[in-house]
């Protein structure tokens, strides 16, 4: 699920982001295409009893890809950084990471995507990916997309 966000930047917006298995690109047509889009993460993981309850690197892979496009088309480039950050049930972050985004100065739109190795589980819920980009304030979200995650955690003795 997206998240329609309005926003102060002048340059950019982010029609869309989604978190997903793998994506595919025809180098003919170039159209993309999503693979296991991800609703939910469920499965079990088997900890020791003193980390039975601490927050745990879970084995998974997956990309964030996002669409942008111009605000206003003229005939510069763009350069940005955004940064992609999940957030627990608790609303805390767990993890972030920060990317250049290079608009040419040919194009309208521009898809970013990439691929993360590991995601960080901190308890059962609704987890977010917020996709931010760089201000002289801060950071400012731009996409947001969720999934929950279902994991069941054994005591490995």
């Excluded at 047509?29 to 999503?34: A, D, G, P, Q, R």
């Excluded at 009893?49 to 892979?61: H, M, R």
């Amino acid at each position: 699920m997206n998240t329609t966000i309005i926003t102060k930047n002048k340059e950019l917006k982010c029609l869309w982001s989604h978190i997903v298995g793998s994506t595919s690109v025809d180098i003919t047509t170039n159209s993309l295409s999503l693979f296991n889009i991800i609703e939910e993460i469920s499965g079990e993981i088997k900890a020791p009893l003193d980390d039975i309850n601490k927050e745990v690197i879970l084995p998974f892979s997956y990309e964030i890809i996002s669409l942008w496009q111009r605000v206003a088309y003229n005939n510069k480039e763009i350069k940005q950084t955004i940064r992609i950050e999940l957030i627990s049930p608790e609303n805390k972050e767990l993890q972030s990471f920060s990317y250049d985004l290079l608009i040419p100065s040919d194009k309208e739109r521009m898809r970013f995507r990439t691929n993360i190795n590991g995601i960080k589980f901190a308890g059962n819920g609704e987890y977010k990916i917020l996709v931010k980009i760089k201000t002289k304030d801060g950071f400012e979200e731009m996409s947001s997309t969720q999934f929950n995650m279902n994991i069941k955690k054994a005591i490995n003795l």
